[in-house]
């Protein structure tokens, strides 16, 4: 499996940003440690992360020795290998990641997260593991309840009511992010 960790370090941003669906770009791997500047080498393993910043969730890639001494504080983060130009990129993530990106986000309000999260269950519903089990109205907002393919547990999203370009772009920057065609 080439994600070998998934966790949160220090969240400690209580500023929130507004953002359209136009605004919120996410930036392609550059084959570069964002906290030295070196050039990570085709092969050499380095850690991807999203980092919460005034502009929202950016990508950031670190490297070993980088994330080892320094620890920078991320939204959450994984190991993997930078492919070496003309090899064809195995599948990046796995359906646990993506199931455990969408449960970190279960309490997040500000509503970049509610998008993001709202097209990972999709995301995952397409993949067959969550499956629509109904929905109801609070607060002026349908919320889905969906089910855990394979398990008696259940899990709620809000429906941000998102039209099928803001889904698409969405979709989008999350294979981006990820580094995955969804």
């Known amino acids: 499996?080439?994600?070998?960790?998934?966790?949160?370090?220090?969240?400690?941003?209580?500023?929130?940003?507004?953002?359209?669906?136009?605004?919120?770009?996410?930036?392609?791997?550059?084959?570069?440690?964002?906290?030295?500047?070196?050039?990570?080498?085709?092969?050499?393993?380095?850690?991807?992360?999203?980092?919460?910043?005034?502009?929202?969730?950016?990508?950031?890639?670190?490297?070993?020795?980088?994330?080892?001494?320094?620890k920078p504080s991320v939204f959450c983060y994984w190991k993997t290998k930078l492919i070496p130009a003309g090899q064809k990129k195995p599948i990046?993530?796995?359906?646990?990641?993506?199931?455990?990106?969408?449960?970190?986000?279960?309490?997040?309000?500000?509503?970049?997260?509610?998008?993001?999260?709202?097209v990972l269950a999709l995301i995952l519903m397409r993949k067959r593991r969550l499956k629509y089990d109904s929905s109801r109205t609070e607060d002026n907002r349908e919320i889905w309840r969906l089910r855990i393919t394979g398990e008696s547990d259940f899990v709620e999203v809000i429906d941000p009511n998102l039209d099928q370009q803001q889904i698409e772009q969405l979709t989008s920057q999350i294979g981006e992010i990820l580094q995955t065609n969804l």
């Open 92 to 118: 990046f993530v796995d359906d646990e990641m993506l199931m455990a990106f969408f449960q970190r986000l279960e309490k997040e309000s500000e509503q970049e997260k509610i998008n993001f999260r709202f």
């Open 1 to 70: 499996m080439a994600v070998t960790y998934w966790a949160n370090y220090v969240k400690n941003s209580n500023q929130k940003v507004e953002r359209t669906m136009d605004e919120w770009e996410i930036d392609k791997p550059l084959g570069q440690c964002y906290g030295t500047g070196r050039k990570i080498e085709p092969g050499e393993e380095y850690f991807g992360a999203l980092v919460e910043t005034d502009q929202g969730l950016l990508r950031r890639d670190f490297c070993a020795d980088y994330w080892d001494s320094e």
